[in-house]
Each structure stands twice: as structure tokens, then as C-alpha cells.
């Protein structure tokens, strides 16, 4: 870490933020926190293996729950990590519903604003062929599903007022409430409710500003998180950005869960990487989609749709965040109230370097910054 220096008026958080988005020289990520056993840093969990049946977890692309490996991170009370849980080849069934299910309407994504609903409610028919047929070599014009930021089901994010809305809900996905309510039971949070989720793409010159989910109304209920794809540096640090963050590397499937102590605390990611291990894919994608056995919960991934999601992961991330937005029995405040507290310019998304955010999306998508903008 001796290369990061502190510039005039910035906080630690930002110092090391800065640290790993740079490119050149390449970040020395030999201070990057792998989850992995005999780490000192890490305390293993013991999860609630009889809270979901070896066939519910299967039917869901999960191993049975006594197979899991989960850890907590020392100085993070309520932050559970869970490496990888999927079976070989199941995977695929989930980044297949993030980019041919979730983002049609009537979710919202990032699109709606430059195109009306019918095309954007096919972002996948637009972009399948191309993607599908897209040499390596060849720089070609990005597809629709390459200009893909986020979606949100359920009750709707705002990016705007940062709130979510009793009027702006869309139904939340099935089979996510069902892949959540599954690491929520393992996890010792059996009233978790899937109320809100939002889907991030990443390429590999995004990063996601410092921020904290404060914007649900209940914070005693857990935040889960789900990446796919490529790698990323993920920042978990304190209530305030002058705690510096720790640097954890996530790879593809891993689930992260933020609850009680860490359920607000700041956190970001300044880069995505290549898994150490995979050449355009990650290990575990680089299998083929299994698709021998039926799940009522989650469509199959065929090997057409799978030549699509893969090359559409050599060179990006996705990552699904599923939050309980109302306390138990609770409901929205009446128009006029704010709820939650008001977000300072300092806490938003989009805090990172907005002065030089590009305008493509008039804010709405200013949280994820591309590397020419910096
Ligand atoms: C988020 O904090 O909203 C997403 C984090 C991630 O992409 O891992």
C-alpha cells in the first residue's frame, strides 16, 4: 500500500479507492483478502444446514448447505461471505436470467430513458446474434446488452431521490426471491423478504463509487449479494470514509451478506479483474450449462443462449444486490415525509469524481464510472 498517498482533503476511504482502479502501473493486490481456508484474517461459519433441504438447494443450482463454505471477515461483525455455492454448470441458468430475462419490461433499466418500451424490452433479440457471432479479434460497435448498466425489479430504485416508491414496483422475479429466501434461511435470517434488486453490469473498466444502501426502510434485515463473471475488488469499509476499507476479491458466484453491524457500511468496487485462473472465463463458467436436470425454479441455459452470456463475460461482471425495503408489517410513509435519512452529495452513488462523470445518462447511470471518464 505504500503507493497510495493521501491527496489534499481526501478520505481514507477514497485513498485506497484510488489505489486499486489504477491501471498504470497495475495496483500490487497482494494485500487483496482471498477467501480461502488458513487465511488469518477469516473465521469460518457455521451455517443453518437444516434450514433448506439438499433438493430445495439443488433445485435452485445450489450444493447441499453443509458443503458451503462461508467465513467472517474479523472487524465486520454481520459481513458473511459464502464462496461459490453453485454446482458445476448452474451458474449459467442465473447469468442467462440477467441478461435475457431480468432486464425486460416491465423492469426498469438504465435503457428506458434513450429508447421506448418495446425495444428495450428486448435487449436480448437485439444483441444475441451479434454477440453470439462476435470474433475476438474484431473491435465491433457494442451491442445493446453491452450498453446494459442496471435494471431493477421489484420496488424501484430512484436513482434520483435515491427512495423507493409504494407506486414503482414491478413483481420481483420468482426465482431470485426463491435463490435469496435460500441464503437467507442458511444464513439465520428466516423473515427475509425479496422486496428490491438491482442488477449491475460491469466491463472491465467500470468501478462502483463509495457508497452505503441506506434507501430501504428496514436496516435490520440482511442485503445479499450475488456476482457472476468476471473478477472484482470489493471495498468494505466503516461507518465513516475516514476508516480505511479492506480489500476483498470476489469471484464468480460468490455471495456476500451484509447484515446487523456491516448492514451500512460504506463499501465500493474500483476494479474488475480477470480471475487468476481463467483465460477468457472464470474456472467454474468455463464448463459447459447443465442442463440434464429440470428445476421447476430456474429455466435451463441451452448451448445457443450460453454462446451469448459467454461472450458477453469475457469481458464483464454482473452482480444482483436483493434488499428487504419495508420492516415487517410496515408500509410506505405517506407523500410529503421523507424516509430514511436525506443522502448527502458525499454519500451518494455517484460521489466519485462526478465533477468528470460523463452525462450519457443524465445521472442515472453516474454511479458506474468507465476509466476514460477519470
Ligand atoms: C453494490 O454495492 O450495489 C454492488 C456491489 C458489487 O457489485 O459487488
Not at 500490487?28 to 473465521?43: A, C, M
Not at 470476489?250 to 460504506?266: K, N, P
Not at 468496487?269 to 474456472?283: C, D, F, K
Not at 452513488?349 to 460523463?358: F, K, L, M, V
Request: charged share 25%; aromatic share 10%.
Amino acid at each position: 500500500m505504500s503507493a497510495a498517498v493521501l491527496e489534499q482533503g481526501e478520505d481514507a476511504f477514497r485513498k485506497i479507492f484510488r489505489f486499486y482502479r489504477r491501471k498504470n502501473p497495475p495496483a500490487d493486490l497482494s494485500g487483496v483478502l482471498e477467501f480461502r481456508p488458513g487465511e488469518s484474517r477469516l473465521k469460518p461459519v457455521e451455517l443453518r444446514v437444516s434450514a433448506v433441504s439438499d433438493q430445495d438447494a439443488g433445485l435452485l443450482g445450489l450444493q447441499p448447505l453443509h458443503q458451503w463454505s462461508a467465513y467472517h471477515v474479523d472487524g465486520y461483525p454481520g459481513f458473511l461471505f459464502i464462496v461459490n455455492p453453485f454446482l458445476p454448470g448452474w451458474q449459467h441458468r442465473w447469468v442467462r436470467q440477467c441478461l435475457k430475462v431480468y432486464p425486460r419490461k416491465p423492469n426498469v433499466c438504465n435503457l428506458d430513458l434513450h429508447m421506448n418500451l418495446d425495444s428495450a424490452s428486448d435487449l436480448w433479440s437485439s444483441s444475441h446474434a451479434q454477440l453470439r457471432n462476435r470474433s475476438s479479434q474484431k473491435r465491433s460497435e457494442k451491442t445493446l446488452l453491452e450498453k446494459l448498466r442496471w435494471v431493477t425489479v421489484g420496488f424501484h430504485y430512484n436513482w434520483e431521490t435515491k427512495k423507493y416508491y409504494r407506486e414503482h414496483q414491478s413483481p420481483f422475479p420468482v426465482d431470485l426471491a426463491e435463490l435469496s429466501r435460500c441464503v437467507s434461511l442458511a444464513c439465520g435470517f428466516p423473515s427475509f423478504k425479496a422486496e428490491a434488486g438491482i442488477l449491475n453490469y460491469y466491463h472491465m473498466d467500470s468501478s462502483l463509487g463509495i457508497h452505503v444502501d441506506e434507501s430501504e426502510l428496514d436496516h435490520s434485515s440482511p442485503l445479499l449479494s450475488f456476482s457472476f463473471g468476471q473478477s472484482s475488488i470489493f471495498l468494505l469499509g466503516g461507518l465513516s470514509r475516514e476508516i480505511a476499507p479492506t480489500p476483498m476479491m470476489m469471484h464468480s458466484g460468490d455471495i456476500m451478506v451484509m447484515s446487523g453491524a456491516s448492514r451500512l457500511l460504506y463499501h465500493a468496487v474500483p476494479r474488475i479483474l480477470r480471475h487468476p485462473r481463467g483465460s477468457a472465463l472464470p474456472p467454474c463458467l468455463s464448463v459447459p450449462p447443465c442442463n440434464n436436470d429440470s428445476s421447476p425454479v430456474i429455466e435451463p441455459c441451452s448451448p445457443s443462449d450460453w454462446e451469448v452470456c459467454k461472450s458477453y463475460l469475457q469481458s464483464s461482471r454482473i452482480n444482483m444486490t436483493v434488499r428487504q425495503v419495508l420492516e415487517e408489517g410496515g408500509s410506505f410513509p405517506e407523500e410529503g415525509d421523507t424516509h430514511g435519512r436525506e443522502m448527502t452529495k458525499e454519500d451518494s452513488y455517484y460521489s466519485e469524481d462526478n465533477e468528470t462523470q460523463g452525462t450519457e445518462e443524465q445521472g442515472l447511470t453516474k454511479r458506474m464510472k468507465t476509466e476514460e471518464q477519470d
